[in-house]
């Protein structure tokens, strides 16, 4: 299907997206760079620079990686629900995430804004308010690794161990749809508080 895509428009970012993506899953991590630099360059919404930049960390060039993140912060609000997550899960700045998934949830009331909202409260302290807009994005089913993986990591810092394991299960069932910065919360994060 790809090939099919790039076949038609060999520039085209989305489809590149995707396939560094695969790349980076499978471990090929020197071509995914290759593919996520053409397809950031095409497309600099704070998506393709995030996973530009895990893939650069995947390969040590961790200044390239800084940079990447530097413009992601300074230019990624034209996407505030990307920009909320790519902050909540590096720690860059919790308050800053909590004010852009607020106001993006104005905007897009849907099951992935409401989860970007849930982890930055989550990150930022505010387990409470975070477990009760995470029940509301899981209340509808979708199947999505960076849901489980935040519905655990809120289940666990709220004091429910069970939730957080049966979240985390599922997290590792789609762990091949998570950027390498998600799997290191994946790893670590389930058992520890969002603040440690």
């Given at each position: 299907?790809?090939?099919?895509?790039?076949?038609?428009?060999?520039?085209?970012?989305?489809?590149?997206?995707?396939?560094?993506?695969?790349?980076?899953?499978?471990?090929?991590?020197?071509?995914?760079?290759?593919?996520?630099?053409?397809?950031?360059?095409?497309?600099?919404?704070?998506?393709?620079?995030?996973?530009?930049?895990?893939?650069?960390?995947?390969?040590?060039?961790?200044?390239?990686?800084?940079?990447?993140?530097?413009?992601?912060?300074?230019?990624?609000?034209?996407?505030?629900?990307?920009?909320?997550?790519?902050?909540?899960?590096?720690?860059?700045?919790?308050?800053?995430?909590?004010?852009?998934?607020?106001?993006?949830?104005?905007?897009?009331?849907?099951?992935?804004?409401?989860?970007?909202?849930?982890?930055?409260?989550?990150?930022?302290?505010?387990?409470?308010?975070?477990?009760?807009?995470?029940?509301?994005?899981?209340?509808?089913?979708t199947q999505d690794g960076r849901?489980?993986?935040?519905?655990?990591?809120?289940?666990?810092?709220?004091?429910?161990?069970?939730?957080?394991?049966?979240?985390?299960?599922?997290?590792?069932?789609?762990?091949?749809?998570?950027?390498?910065?998600?799997?290191?919360?994946?790893?670590?994060?389930?058992?520890?508080?969002?603040?440690?």
């Amino acid at each position: 299907m790809i090939a099919s895509a790039l076949q038609y428009v060999p520039n085209y970012a989305a489809a590149l997206l995707v396939r560094g993506r695969i790349q980076l899953a499978g471990d090929k991590r020197v071509d995914a760079v290759a593919t996520l630099e053409t397809a950031a360059r095409l497309n600099p919404l704070p998506e393709y620079r995030w996973t530009l930049a895990d893939a650069l960390r995947q390969v040590n060039r961790v200044d390239e990686a800084k940079a990447v993140e530097a413009q992601l912060v300074r230019e990624g609000a034209d996407d505030p629900r990307t920009l909320a997550l790519f902050l909540s899960t590096r720690r860059v700045d919790d308050e800053k995430a909590v004010d852009l998934a607020r106001q993006e949830l104005k905007n897009r009331g849907d099951v992935f804004t409401l989860d970007a909202l849930a982890w930055s409260l989550a990150r930022a302290g505010k387990v409470g308010e975070a477990s009760a807009l995470m029940t509301r994005a899981l209340a509808e089913g979708t199947q999505d690794g960076r849901l489980f993986l935040h519905a655990a990591v809120i289940a666990a810092a709220d004091g429910r161990p069970a939730d957080a394991a049966r979240w985390a299960r599922k997290a590792r069932t789609f762990r091949f749809t998570l950027l390498p910065s998600e799997l290191g919360v994946l790893r670590t994060g389930i058992v520890t508080s969002p603040r440690a």
